[in-house]
């Protein structure tokens, strides 16, 4: 396997580079879930992410969770959204950019409990972790994993989590479900396997045993937990229904967020 890493525009360019492959089973697509949030963020898309590839599988997803700087003057989640209601866009939330997970999980989040922060794109996830340590802004949605150094430290605190169950390695944090929240684990940042469109049946059928067989090897599960990431296998309808479901629901989300479009 040759990793053919094509950056930019959030993954756009990428995408579009396998949407216009042959479909031979040689070109594939490892895709996060930005594929179904970053095409809803500009005016022209040269791929649709529900028609132009071909589901293979989806094959892990990691938790995210809500985390801030301890000087917020909020214990809790619930305390966290009684302060911004009553200080509507006076919080600052940082993401790692437009139209990322980070981002849009909160603008769904502040439309479905409703109340208003304001939101500070960085470019990149080390500079807004940066500044979430140093106060400039006050909470930000990130993966646990990448969080959990900072909050063992006491440098930041975490506050809900997504998931179905508490985690055996944040066995303090509620998820999400536990406040009332229900809508949250949509968000979850899942991986998966895309091919162009019109990849035979043959090919999908191969590719999904090849690589659920790799994931099952010990030593591939232990470094993708290590990496914070929990294997999750679908079948390729599952992952083509996960991708209409996305799509529609985060350029709803976008459009009712009103965010500007590039």
Partial sequence: VVVDNKPGASGNIGADAVAKAAPDGHT??????TITMA????????????????????????NFAIVVNPQIGAQDLAGVIALAKAKPGQINFG?????????????LMKQQLGFDMLHVPYKGISNATTDLIGGQVQLMFASVHSMLPHVKSGRLRMLAATGAARSPITPTVPVFKELGIDFMDAVDSWYALLAPAKTSGDLVKNLHRDV????ALPEVREQLTAQGLAIQISSPEQLGELVKADYARWRKTVADAKIPIE
Avoid: Q, W
């Avoid at 594939?28 to 879930?33: T, V």
């Fill in 39 to 62: 095409p809803n963020m500009y005016k022209r898309v040269p791929f649709d992410p529900t028609t132009d590839f071909t589901p293979i599988m989806k094959m892990a997803v990691a």
């Fill in 95 to 107: 993401s790692p950019g437009n139209g990322t997970p980070h981002h849009l999980a909160m603008e």
């Fill in 28 to 33: 594939l697509l490892m895709a996060i879930n």
């Fill in 212 to 215: 659920s067989a790799v994931l």
